[in-house]
């Protein structure tokens, strides 16, 4: 009985979770769309200008120049990475990772999701110039699949998205790594000794139960400068240090409860003026302390996670889009869709995701590794692997990464707007027939 709660809090954060990340889908999309239309109308120049709009930051002789597409590339998502290991963590600690045996089968599914469109990209493009991009399929953009699948509404049970949000999670991990090992530009043996420093510094600032979030804010700007300066992507600075956020509270739930009940009751004991309603000093100083109790008995990562998570949903990842998937769709739109490095992302997007997902996890529960999630059918789990087809964020992040400023950048572009838009059509028909057939199934047992 004791677990009850805790399992309670874990399903209400999880679909306050999956509330936002759908309404960010929705927001996601808007701006894709705002970007092609802008990028393909009279005033795509101003389009093209504003992005390529040098921006300077510093003082005095520390100075940063960036075009302001590569400061939201590498700013602004590497406020989307630290929320990605936020979230990490917190699964691995509390969540669907939190064993060997729950974390088996998204583990299993995401790497079969990465592995086989990879490997059918590089079908495509192993001897080609495009041959760099064999990271671009591996990804899976959570905010569209969720927002999809909320459009199916309860049709769809709980342990499906719980187990789409865990292989998402599993697949944001394998993208780090991937950038992190695989596109990295010429390395600074100093800017990467000074990152070690720091980020030794954080996890000693962790040990030593520091909670004030500007402490890690400030070390934290100091380790993206650092990764900015080395040649590994500044984004891996989030998920670094997002692992050495505290994840320990100071008070438990009883004596929050205690605590909480006594400055209350302290606090209804004390006259409020009749005529003004204002509060006196003492009731002024309970109130600080109950906020006080309140920061206490929530630990710095979830409280860093509820702060953060709206901003990246609804600010950092629609900027994002709307700096990035602007494409010409003009005459070379024919010769862009047969394109091996096109016709690669598609192929791996498309039917890589599905038969990845699909066949690692069926063969994760035959060997006895994991267990299908409960209420779950073979069909439902086929259409969520059609749905992890969708790259986008994450695919387009990485083919600016491949492919910079060339034109191979324009058919990755285009790849993954066609397979998602793909992949999201399929895997929705999947789920919609999966859901038909259970419900015929249900009239004959009845």
Known sequence: MRRRPAALRLVRGFQE???????????????????????????????????????????????????????????????????????????????????????????????????????????????????NGWGIPMATDIAFAIGV???????????????????????DLGAVLVIAVFYTAELSFAALGAAALIFALMVLTSMARVRHPAIYGLLGFALWVAFLKSGVHATVAGVLGAMTIPTSARINTGQFRTRSRELLDRFEALDTDPETHEISGEQQELIYGLVGTVQAVETPLQRLVHALHPWVTFAVMPIFAL?????????????????????????????????????????????????????????QLSGVAALGGIGFTMSLFIGSLAFGNTPMLDDAKIGILVASLAAGTLGTAILVSGNRENARNVKRET
């Open 323 to 379: 700096a990035n998937a602007g494409v010409v769709l003009g005459e070379g739109l024919a010769a862009a869709l047969v394109h091996p490095v096109t016709i690669g992302i598609v192929g791996g997007l498309v039917a890589g995701k599905l038969i990845g997902i699909v066949g690692f996890a069926w063969l994760a529960i035959t060997i006895g590794l994991a267990e299908r999630p409960a209420g779950v059918t073979w069909r």
């Open 17 to 131: 979770f999956f509330r936002l990340e759908a309404a960010g889908g929705i927001l996601l999309l808007v701006a894709t769309v705002a970007a092609l239309v802008w990028a393909n109308s009279p005033w795509a120049p101003a389009y093209f200008a504003l992005w390529h709009t040098p921006v300077t930051v510093g003082v005095g002789p520390f100075e940063l120049a960036k075009p302001l597409e590569l400061w939201v590339n590498d700013g602004l998502m590497a406020i989307f990475f630290f929320v990605v290991g936020l979230e990490i963590k917190r699964e691995v600690l509390v969540g669907e990772l939190a064993s060997v045996r729950r974390a088996a089968l998204p583990a299993a599914a995401a790497l079969g999701g990465m592995v086989v469109p990879a490997a059918i990209y590089l079908a495509f493009n192993l001897d080609g110039p495009g041959s």
């Open 149 to 171: 699948m909320a459009l199916l509404g309860d049709r769809i049970p709980l342990s499906l998205k719980v187990f789409l949000t865990a292989l998402a999670i599993v697949d």
